[in-house]
Structures are given as C-alpha cells and as structure tokens.
C-alpha cells in the first residue's frame, strides 16, 4: 500500500465485526508504533493489549461514567452529555481490541511521542485491514488511579492514547478538509 493513499484511506472506525484481532496482529501494531520518531529516541512509551471483549466492555461503563462528570457540563458541547447519557453509547464502539499508549515520562515531549507512536499504530492498522479510533473520553477514567490499577499500568505512566482496534464493519466516507493556513516565510518579498 502507498502511504499516501493510507493517509488519504484511513478513517476513525467505529463500528466493528465481532471478530477477535489475535496476538500476533496486535504485537504488529505495536511493533510499527515503536518506529516513531520520538525525543532524544528515549523510547518513553509503554503499551497495554486489550483482547477481551468482556474487559473492555467492564470498561466502557467505567470509562464512560467517568467522562460524563468530567465533561458533562461542557458548555461548548452540551450535546455530549446527552451522547454520554445515552444508553446505546458504548464507549469503546464494541471494539474487539484496545491499545493504550502512554508515557513513561512526565514531560510533554513523551506525550507526544506517544502520538506519533499512535500515528504509526493507526496506518500499520490499516494496511492490515483494521480499522482504529483514538477514544480521548477513556483518558478520565483511564488516568485516575482505578483505571491505571484496572491496565497494571504504574503509577507513573500518564496514558495518551487509548486506542480501539477491529474489523471494519462499515469504513466511514472521507470528511472534507479545510484549506490550510499557510504562512509562507520570509513572507511577502520571497516572490523574487
């Protein structure tokens, strides 16, 4: 596949087949994520598998009560409190599969390595014929002391990117793009 036409194929999936997505699938993923660049290559991530589907639904109402009292009274959303209250709203859209990324790191430099990491892991999952969707309302709940417990992650880990994986049931149609800002430098005289 040629990464362009992955960056202009890959879509945020969610709703999946029933399928499960093996091991040997999923350390594929994270072996692509591992080929991300990041700061200094300190390699400040660590990733957490997820292949129960009866985990991750445990989860989703975990996951989901947490995000409402964290973001239920967004004055710039109010439809997501209703989504949020919504009984049909499944968290994590049923996903067979879960990958959290997070930083080992306290800084903002491992955060962000964690995105490239993410970026990575989403291609790698498409060109194998998954679908992915970054779920950022998990990270509430995920953050808090029970979700790190519930991941065995430590306490000094800070997830970044919890991540759905499955077969695609339906792939969604492109959304349409902006315009870019550009600001072209030295500016107005480059035109020389």
Request: proline share 8%; glycine share 4%; net charge negative.
């Amino acid at each position: 596949m040629e990464l362009m036409d992955a960056l202009r194929q890959r879509r945020a999936v969610r709703d999946f087949l029933p399928k499960a997505v093996d091991e040997e699938s999923l350390r594929a993923l994270i072996d692509a994520a591992i080929l991300a660049p990041n700061s200094m290559n300190r390699q400040a991530w660590s990733f957490t598998a997820v292949s129960s589907r009866a985990q991750i639904d445990q989860w989703a109402v975990r996951a989901k009560a947490r995000a409402l009292s964290a973001f239920g009274d967004d004055p710039d959303h109010p439809q997501l409190r209703e989504h949020l209250q919504s009984e049909e709203f499944h968290l994590f859209h049923h996903a067979p599969a879960l990958i959290v990324i997070a930083a080992t790191e306290a800084d903002e430099m491992a955060r962000m390595d964690c995105c490239l990491a993410a970026e990575n892991l989403m291609l790698a999952a498409f060109e194998r014929g998954l679908g992915t969707c970054w779920i950022g309302l998990a990270l509430p709940w995920l953050t808090d002391p029970e979700g790190k417990a519930a991941l065995f992650m430590s306490e000094r880990c800070i997830p970044v990117a919890p991540i759905i994986i499955g077969y695609p049931r339906v792939i969604p149609p492109a959304s349409p793009r902006h315009e870019p800002h550009i600001t072209w430098m030295p500016g107005p005289e480059r035109q020389s």
